[in-house]
C-alpha cells in the first residue's frame, strides 16, 4: 500500500470517527409533545397545526413525536418536565398551572378579565403578556410560543339566574383559585369551592344550586341533565399558552427559533378561532336538543364595574398591577 492511500485511509478514518463522537444538529432534533386528550380535541388539533407550520417553516428540519390521552402525565407534570428538560418539549396548557414559577400566570384566567371576545383576541394577538413571557423564561424556563384557548365560561344552573337578584345569594361551585370566589362573592353569590368530580350530585341533592363551565364540559358530563339553565355571563374567555421548554429552544439555531416562534404563534390563533367556534356550536347543539336553555345575563355590564376593586387587590397581591391595567387599555 503506498503512503498516500495509507494517509487517505487515515484521514477517512478520522473523519468517520469524528462523525460518530459528534452531536446530532439541530436539524435532526425530534421535539416530544404532550397533550392529555384524544386527536378530536381541540388542543391537539391546535398541536398538530403547530408541527405542520413549523416542519414548514423549518423547511422539515424538525421531526414531532405527539403523546397523547395523557400518556405523559396531567398539566402540572408538564410543567415541571418543560422546567427541567426531559420527557415533554412542547404542550398547551392551563396558566394556574405555572403559578408556582410565574405567580403573575393565574391573572390570565381571572373572571371578567376580557371585555368581549374581540378584547380578548385583541390582547393575545399583541405583546402586551410580554412581561408575563419573560417572568416565566427566566424563572420557570419555559418559553411562551403563542396562546389558544377560546372556551367561554358561563354560570350553569339548576334554576334560572337572569340578574344579580337571581344571582343573590346562589350557591355555586368555583374552582380552588381564592380569585373565582373573591369574584363571586363580590356580585352576592355564595361560592363554594367543591371537588370537580362531586359537582354532579352536589348539584343533584341541592347541596348547590350551580356552578360555572364551558360548554364542552356541560355537553360531555351531561351536567345539563341536573343543571339545564346556562346564564351567559361569559365571565372567562379561556387562555391556553403554547409553550415550549428552554431546554429544546436553545438547541434550535436562531433561523429555528424564529420559524418556530411564527409557527407557535400562529397555531395559537388557529386554535383560538377553532375552540370559539366549537363553543358555540356545542352550546348551540344543546339548546336544539332541548338540553338547555340560554339566558342573556341582565345589564352585564354592570357586573365588569362591581368586580374591579377585587380585580385590582388581586393584581397588586400577584405582582402584577401594571400587567392588569395594560391589559384593560386594549
Request: aromatic share 8%.
Amino acid at each position: 500500500m503506498t503512503i498516500f492511500k495509507k494517509a487517505t485511509r487515515l484521514v477517512q478514518g478520522a473523519m468517520l470517527a469524528a462523525a460518530v463522537a459528534a452531536p446530532a444538529a439541530a436539524a435532526d432534533m425530534t421535539l416530544r409533545g404532550a397533550s392529555m386528550f384524544d386527536e378530536e380535541h381541540a388542543f391537539t388539533k391546535t398541536l398538530r397545526e403547530f408541527e405542520r407550520l413549523a416542519t414548514e417553516y423549518t423547511g422539515g428540519a424538525l421531526d414531532f413525536d405527539l403523546r397523547l390521552n395523557g400518556e405523559l402525565g396531567v398539566e402540572k407534570d408538564y410543567v415541571t418536565y418543560l422546567n427541567q428538560g426531559v420527557a415533554v418539549d412542547y404542550a398547551i396548557m392551563a396558566p394556574s398551572n405555572m403559578a408556582t414559577f410565574a405567580p403573575s400566570a393565574p391573572l390570565m384566567d381571572m373572571p371578567f378579565l376580557f371585555r368581549d371576545p374581540e378584547h380578548w383576541n385583541k390582547v393575545l394577538s399583541s405583546d402586551v403578556l410580554a412581561p408575563l413571557e419573560r417572568q416565566l423564561a427566566e424563572k420557570a424556563d419555559i418559553i411562551v410560543l403563542g396562546y389558544a384557548g377560546g372556551g367561554v365560561r358561563n354560570l350553569v344552573s339548576r334554576k334560572p339566574i337572569r340578574n344579580l337578584e337571581d344571582l343573590k345569594g346562589h350557591r355555586m361551585r368555583v374552582m380552588g383559585a381564592p380569585i373565582q370566589a373573591r369574584i363571586f362573592k363580590a356580585l352576592g353569590a355564595a361560592p363554594a369551592a367543591i371537588a370537580y368530580n362531586e359537582v354532579y350530585n352536589a348539584i343533584q341533592t341541592g347541596v348547590i344550586d350551580g356552578f360555572e363551565n364551558e360548554a364542552a364540559s356541560i355537553q360531555n358530563l351531561r351536567f345539563y341533565e341536573v343543571a339545564p339553565y346556562v346564564t351567559l355571563t361569559r365571565h372567562t374567555i379561556t387562555v391556553r399558552p403554547l409553550v415550549m421548554s428552554g431546554t429544546a429552544w436553545r438547541k434550535l439555531t436562531p433561523e429555528q427559533q424564529e420559524a418556530v416562534k411564527r409557527a407557535g404563534r400562529e397555531a395559537g390563533a388557529f386554535g383560538r378561532e377553532l375552540e370559539s367556534r366549537e363553543d358555540g356550536i356545542k352550546l348551540k347543539q344543546m339548546a336544539d336538543a332541548g338540553q338547555i336553555e340560554i339566558l342573556e345575563f341582565e345589564n352585564r355590564d354592570k357586573l365588569l364595574d362591581m368586580v374591579k376593586p377585587v380585580q385590582d387587590a388581586y393584581a397588586q397581591e400577584l405582582g402584577a398591577s401594571d400587567l392588569l391595567a395594560a391589559i384593560r387599555g386594549m
